[in-house]
């Protein structure tokens, strides 16, 4: 068994190991997640808008 577990183990450091780094550099760049996230947000907001004006329009709400 404990063979077993030495295998498991040199596989999840080899596995998990490049995530661990990227994580690292990812938390040290903050200016660069707001960047993907904003990003993300105005592609997300340019797929939505239409669809909220078709619901505002079939609801009947008053926009903002």
Do not use: C, W
Request: aromatic share 10%.
């Amino acid at each position: 068994f404990s063979f077993f577990k030495k295998a498991l183990t040199d596989l999840a450091v080899d596995r998990l190991g490049p995530i661990n780094a990227d994580m690292k550099r990812l938390t040290a760049d903050t200016a660069y997640v707001d960047q993907v996230l904003r990003e993300g947000a105005e592609r997300a907001n340019a797929i939505a808008a239409p669809i909220i004006e078709q619901v505002y329009d079939i609801v009947g709400f008053l926009r903002p």
